[in-house]
């Protein structure tokens, strides 16, 4: 069965920094764009940044420059370095996978915690 388990949220202070880390099972994880989405209260669920099979990578302009999206293929693991946080970051983040041959299988991990105060 799938699961996706994530680790690496709590609270930072603005200008500093946490690291997300989602572990996949059950996934064929080579095949999958893996990544992170975001959902603030009252927002819509957005995505943060994502990386493909192919090494590529696409970044929520509101974090490009201060986050890094990262996968280690051999532990089934993408981690999320975030920098220079922000108050507006707070939100859930989830961990997210879609194998790229069988669209419709889309997978979420069940979210973790990022605050920074204002």
């Known amino acids: 069965q799938v699961d996706l388990v994530e680790s690496g949220g709590g609270l930072a202070q603005p200008g500093g920094s946490l690291r997300l880390s989602c572990t996949t099972y059950g996934i064929i994880f080579n095949i999958n764009v893996v990544g992170w989405y975001r959902q603030a209260p009252g927002k819509q669920r957005e995505m943060v940044a994502i990386?493909?099979?192919?090494?590529?990578?696409s970044y929520d302009v509101a974090v490009k420059g201060r986050f890094t999206i990262s996968r280690d293929n051999a532990a089934s693991t993408v981690y999320l370095q975030m920098n220079n946080l922000k108050p507006e970051d707070t939100a859930v983040y989830y961990c997210?996978?879609?194998?790229?041959?069988?669209?419709?299988?889309?997978?979420w991990g069940q979210g973790t915690q990022v605050t920074v105060p204002s």
């Open positions: 997210y996978a879609q194998s790229v041959r069988i669209v419709d299988n889309m997978y």
């Open positions: 990386t493909n099979p192919g090494g590529g990578t």
